[in-house]
């Protein structure tokens, strides 16, 4: 206590108060520091104002702006940060002017040098163009030219002599042409004349060229005469060969009617006739009469023929007609009808026996039909079970498929029900009759559809989401090409040329699509596409 009376505070206990002592200790520094602050930061001020001066002074000999004073609203205190920005952007300034001074400076000197070489070939071609102008009075001279014809000038005049001469060469050419010509055209006269001389005297003296025409006249006739003579000929010769055939077979047939005659026994030939016809009668009664007698026999009760000819020959004729015609009436009133009834009650009696008793034909018959019903029965098991177990691996094949489906087949069906706007909801693959795998098309109520089911268009839309799928999967691994149709939507109605060309317009992200078509509505359709804007362009060729 006695300590704190002179500091007149009342102290707190020495733990407390020791803190406050080092508290007070750091404020005695701090204290201090400040005023060695204060005194530097007085140094800085004086400094700061010194190096302002300094850039001033220098931005007034570059003969640059000071920058613009500070706002009212803000202190007055100079700083130099300001105008330390303004000098160093000044400094880039003149650095770049200096850069680009020296970059002339140094364009310059290779220009006076360019100059001074130019001049010096300036020189030189002057002194060459007035030896080549003397030169050139000289030629022209000797050309008999004007001293300031142009070279333009002297070269058609040139050329029109170059072609002066090649006329007057080519004359020369055609004149030696024409007297070999002539020539020959005199040789060939002569030879007409000696020809003439040989072949038609008549006309020995003509001119050659009515000679040749007559000539080409009689050739023709000639040529006409040898066609129709070798056509004469030929049927000369065919008729001689049908001639000697003729007369070949008419010695067979001679001797043929010869021996004829002499197995008849007739002295010429027109009595063959009249004896063949005779034969033939005699031979239609003797198979008459043979056909007679074996009737007689069979009804003759085992008599011969002889018995019944001594038995006829003690019988009266017209009592027998009397008793053949009463029996035939008795026949047509009694034994007819009753006779249709047997034979119906016979039928029925056939069939009945044949159906209670049978025959061992029937009962073979009957024990073949067990039999094969028994193996039918076993073979249609065997077909039940075969066919249910093809049904069970075809459905493991299916879905193994689907699990491991072909990336093509997938696309295939995206196109394909967008092609046929729903109406078949994909492709899949099934197989035939033969086991063998097909395409089918898929409804979607699952109905499979073959491809011979479909109609042409639905084929169409087939194929070209087979393209499509099999370019986009060609596109994954390769550089695509450009597609190429032409007239692909003929069979397509309204909706399904929309959707196709949809299509189209989206394959053509992937590639560029080229679509021909002589169908304005085509063009139209292609035009109302939700990206036409951006995918289509319509272009029509004349």
């Given at each position: 206590q006695a300590l704190w009376t002179e500091m007149d505070l009342a102290p707190l206990p020495p733990r407390e108060m020791s803190a406050w002592a080092g508290q007070l200790l750091r404020l005695r520094e701090k204290t201090g520091q400040g005023e060695e602050l204060r005194e530097t930061a007085n140094t800085l001020a004086l400094n700061r104002d010194a190096q302002r001066q300094h850039l001033i002074r220098a931005l007034m000999v570059c003969g640059q702006p000071q920058p613009q004073p500070q706002p009212q609203n803000e202190p007055q205190t100079p700083t130099l940060r300001p105008l330390l920005e303004h000098a160093e952007s000044c400094l880039s300034a003149i650095e770049r002017s200096a850069s680009l001074r020296a970059g002339l400076e140094k364009d310059v000197a290779e220009l006076e040098e360019t100059t001074r070489l130019l001049g010096r070939e300036l020189a030189r071609t002057e002194k060459a163009l007035a030896a080549w102008t003397t030169e050139w009075a000289v030629l022209m001279r000797e050309l008999g030219l004007d001293d300031q014809t142009t070279p333009g000038e002297v070269s058609d005049h040139l050329q029109s002599i170059a072609d002066g001469l090649r006329l007057v060469d080519d004359a020369k050419q055609i004149e030696i042409r024409i007297q070999a010509i002539e020539r020959e055209a005199e040789d060939f006269e002569r030879d007409v004349q000696a020809l003439l001389l040989r072949l038609a005297p008549n006309l020995a003296g003509r001119p050659v060229d009515e000679a040749i025409h007559q000539l080409t006249s009689q050739l023709t006739e000639q040529r006409a005469a040898k066609s129709r003579l070798d056509e004469l000929n030929k049927q000369l010769r065919q008729a001689e060969k049908e001639a000697r055939d003729a007369e070949a077979e008419l010695h067979a047939a001679d001797a043929v009617l010869s021996e004829l005659c002499r197995q008849a026994g007739c002295d010429s030939v027109d009595q063959l006739e009249v004896i063949e016809r005779r034969f033939l009668e005699q031979r239609a009664l003797t198979e008459e009469l043979r056909e007679v007698e074996r009737e007689l026999i069979d009804s003759g009760d085992g008599l011969s023929l002889e018995g019944l000819e001594t038995e006829a020959a003690e019988v009266d004729r017209d009592q027998v007609l009397a008793e053949i015609n009463a029996l035939d009436q008795r026949i047509d009133r009694e034994l007819n009808p009753q006779r249709g009834v047997i034979f119906e009650q016979k039928l029925v009696a056939e069939q009945q026996f044949q159906a209670m008793a049978g025959s061992d034909e029937a009962s073979a018959l009957a024990e073949q039909a067990q039999q094969t019903l028994s193996e039918v029965r076993a073979h249609a098991e065997r077909y039940i079970r075969l066919r249910l177990a093809a049904r069970l691996l075809r459905d493991e094949i299916e879905a193994f498929r689907r699990k491991h489906r072909d990336p093509i087949l997938t696309q295939a069906s995206r196109y394909f029900s967008k092609?046929?706007?729903?109406?078949?909801?994909?492709?899949?693959?099934?197989?035939?009759?033969?086991?063998?795998?097909?395409?089918?098309?898929?409804?979607?109520?699952?109905?499979?559809?073959?491809?011979?089911?479909?109609?042409?268009?639905?084929?169409?839309?087939?194929?070209?989401?087979?393209?499509?799928?099999?370019?986009?999967?060609?596109a994954e691994s390769a550089e695509p090409l450009p597609l190429i149709v032409d007239d692909i939507l003929i069979q397509f109605d309204d909706d399904r040329s929309r959707a196709t060309l949809d299509a189209l317009a989206e394959f053509s992200s992937k590639t560029q699509v080229i679509l021909f078509t002589h169908h304005e509505r085509v063009a139209d359709e292609a035009r109302r596409l939700e990206r036409a804007s951006e995918r289509v362009f319509v272009h029509a060729l004349a």
């Open positions: 092609l046929t706007c729903a109406s078949l909801s994909g492709v899949e693959t099934d197989f035939d009759e033969s086991d063998q795998p097909v395409l089918v098309g898929v409804r979607p109520n699952g109905e499979r559809l073959r491809v011979e089911a479909m109609s042409t268009g639905t084929r169409d839309q087939l194929y070209l989401a087979l393209r499509l799928a099999a370019l986009d999967h060609y």
